[in-house]
Structures are given as C-alpha cells and as structure tokens.
C-alpha cells in the first residue's frame, strides 16, 4: 500500500504530493478503537485508583490547602479555548472536502492557522514567564511510577505508586505529542502559504523545489491526519466522569480541595496553604474620639 501520493514533473521526476488520504481513516479507526477498548478496560478490568501511596499530609495542613486549589489562570484558559477552536476549524476546512463537502475552504484554513499560529507563539512566552514551564514536561519521577503501575498490572511486586504531580504522565505524554504535531503543522502551514494569495506577502510558488513542496505537503498532511485521532481521543478524556473534574478546572480555572488531595502529591504540586482565620493579627483599632 502506497502512503504517499507521487507525481511527475516536468523534467520526469517523481516527487511526493501529498499523503495518502487512507491515512485519515485509518487515524479516526484507530482512535475509535482506543475509545472502545478503553472503555471496556476501565468498566471490567481497572481497579480503583484509592490504593496510590499517600503524600504524608497531617489532617491540619490538609485542612490549610485552600478549598477551590487554583490550577489554570486566565491567560491559559483563554489560550486553551482559543486554540481549541482554530484546531476543529484546521480539521474542518481540511478534511470536509476530502468527504464531498465542498466551500471556499483554503481561506478559512490559513485564516485559522493564522490564529493557532499566534495563539502559540503566544503561549510559549506566557509559559515562560507566567506559569510553571517545566510542571508539563515528564519528570524522573514520573517513568519511575509508570514502570511500577506496569509490573503491578501485571501481578509483580513493587512499591506503590505515588499520587500524581500537577499533570499525570499521560497528560504530559499527550502534550509532548500535540507539541511535535502541532509545530510541524504550523511551520509547514506558514511556508505553504506562499502558494496561496492572501494579504500578508505576494504569492511565490517557486520558493523552493518541486520536491521540497512535496515532503513539505507529506509533513503537513501527517500532522493534520494525527491531529484527527488526538483531538478524539482528547475529547473522549475530557467526558469521562473520572476525568472531567480535570475539565471543569479548565473552565473554572480551580478544582476543589477533595479533588486535589485524592489525586495530586502536595510535595511534588504545592500550593499557598490558607491561614486559619484563628491565627490571623487581630486588626488594630482606633480609639474612640
């Protein structure tokens, strides 16, 4: 099976035009098939996640984490909701034609890659200076738990798992992967408008070889027909009951103290303890005229 539509040039080339559009099916399949043998897995197989290791935290100092514990800040969120809705446009004026539905949809496509293309030069900055850049990356901590997850599942002895840091490991997994996705379909998007006209540059389809527009085009289509699956798969996350107080923080920007405590490690994810109304200075007050 050929997974690259080729064409000749000209001079009798053959060169790469795009992937081919197989690859989408196969992309939302396999992502439907991961819903349903997930599902089945968490509904029959799973145990409960209660016998992770406990973080040691006294009932007093759990009584100080704040009962909404802050999570996402306004900026993040907006970012959050911003590219979300670029993205399901990309795939919508990508692949709807691919279907037979057709419209003007090369406008609206570099429009919204325009918009996802700011929007994460935007978040990049904001990460560094107004967030926790590094709570997203996996950590030593995290493989280290992940292997002892592996080796109980399959009935071996080993030490019990600690509670997760901000992000679990597959958050952060699946970070890593929307990352290299979304940057090879952003820079090979930027270029590709050079063959379209639009008010930003003049149009110059000979910029490079007939052969570098080819890889150029095979690169995007990848990431495009990947961002298929990763975005169902996300979303199927986003629903499910065990995992949605994780999206109701995404709109919120908090999730509740009980939450925080059953699943995150207050070690590896601290956060500003409030102080008891009892131990507060007592306000000064003036004396009477």
Do not use: C
Request: hydrophobic share 50%.
């Amino acid at each position: 099976m050929n997974l690259i539509q080729w064409a000749t040039s000209p001079w009798g080339q053959q060169v790469p035009i795009h992937i081919s559009w197989i690859l989408l099916w196969v992309s939302a399949i396999g992502a439907l098939l991961f819903l349903i043998a997930h599902a089945l897995y968490v509904s029959i197989l799973a145990k409960p996640a209660h016998s992770m290791a406990p973080s040691g935290l006294s009932a007093a100092a759990a009584a100080r984490i704040p009962e909404r514990v802050p999570r996402h800040n306004l900026s993040a969120r907006l970012f959050h909701a911003i590219m979300a809705l670029s993205m399901l446009a990309l795939l919508f004026t990508a692949f709807l034609p691919k279907v037979g539905v057709q419209f003007p949809w090369v406008t609206y496509h570099w429009i919204a890659g325009i918009v996802l293309s700011i929007s994460v030069v935007y978040h990049i900055f904001d990460a560094f200076l107004s967030q926790d850049f590094w709570s997203i990356w996996p950590d030593r901590e995290d493989i280290e738990d992940a292997g002892r997850r592996m080796k109980r599942a399959l009935g071996q002895a080993a030490p019990e798992p600690r509670k997760f840091a901000k992000y679990p490991l597959e958050n952060k997994l699946y970070h890593l992967a929307v990352m290299l996705a979304g940057l090879s379909a952003i820079g090979t998007g930027l270029f590709m408008m050079k063959r379209v006209r639009t008010p930003f540059f003049p149009r110059n389809p000979y910029l490079f070889s007939d052969m570098t527009w080819g890889w150029m085009y095979v690169l995007h289509g990848l990431a495009g027909v990947g961002f298929v699956g990763l975005v169902t798969v996300h979303i199927y996350m986003a629903i499910r009951p065990e995992k949605f107080f994780i999206t109701k923080s995404m709109f919120l920007g908090w999730m509740s103290r009980e939450k925080y405590l059953e699943h995150h490690d207050p070690n590896r994810w601290p956060v500003a303890e409030e102080v008891p109304s009892t131990a507060r200075p007592a306000e000064s007050k003036k004396a009477p005229a």
